[in-house]
């Protein structure tokens, strides 16, 4: 349960948030460059709070729903410079999961609600298992489609990339939905408002309904979260 300010060694990211500026364009590359250092000192202060209160309620969480799952959360500040608004969950080479925050997101954040709905989101995308889930898909996506490929006498690489592809993204936005519910009750069980928390969502650009979209919709989300915290 320890609280790193480093980078892990990532792989098999999952769960990106990005946020932009409130002109709905992509956020700049670096928080450094819209905040002050003691702006964001504060920043990186008011998600270490969050952190103290939410990591145990998500680790209580996890192993209740998934007994054996490590649930030893790794929980960090991506700080390489020039690295735009996101977070991300994944874990590292010995399978701990990792969730990570990078500083301009966690500059832009308006309120702790904001940073302890992602925290939770994230969180949840560990507890479902979807970033397994999603290699499983994109394993079978990718044999597809060299068996297609080769049916169709195309070069087999490109069969296993668009498979793969395709795979991949087969679930993602069920897989968003699910970490939107899960996170909203670890949120509230963390004594956070994750209604309050999710309105981030109305400052990101909508993905819309995209076939293979990575994404749903953000009203979407925004009603998944709404019904969910109706019911607690």
């Known amino acids: ?28 590359a670096t928080a450094k460059s819209k905040v002050s250092q003691v702006e964001l000192d504060q920043a990186v202060y008011r998600f270490r ?24 959360f790794k929980i960090v500040v991506d700080d390489r410079p020039n690295l735009p608004s996101n977070a991300y969950q ?3 080479k010995d399978g701990r999961p990792v969730i990570g925050f990078t500083l301009a997101l966690l500059a832009g954040a308006q309120n702790s609600d904001e940073i302890a709905f992602v925290l939770g989101h994230e969180a949840a995308h560990h507890i479902s298992g979807h970033v397994a889930q999603t290699q499983r898909n994109a394993a079978v996506g990718g044999f597809v489609g060299i068996v297609v490929a080769a049916a169709a006498g195309v070069d087999v690489g490109v069969g296993a990339d668009l498979g793969s592809f395709g795979g ?57 979260v709404r019904k969910t915290a109706a019911q607690l």
């Open 49 to 72: 709070q969050v952190v103290r209160r939410m990591e145990p309620v998500a680790e209580r969480e996890c192993r209740a729903r998934v007994p054996g799952r490590n649930c030893d």
């Open 90 to 92: 994944t874990e590292d």
């Open 168 to 224: 991949a993204r087969s679930y993602s936005k069920q897989f968003e939905l699910e970490a939107d519910a899960l996170g909203t009750i670890i949120t509230h069980r963390s004594g956070y408002d994750p209604v309050r928390g999710s309105k981030f969502f109305g400052r990101i650009p909508d993905p819309g309904d995209r076939f293979l979209g990575s994404h749903p919709p953000n009203d979407q989300r925004l009603e998944t």
């Open 1 to 28: 349960m320890r609280r790193l300010l480093s980078i892990a060694t990532l792989v098999a990211l999952t769960g990106c948030i990005e946020e932009p500026t409130s002109s709905g364009q992509s956020a700049p």
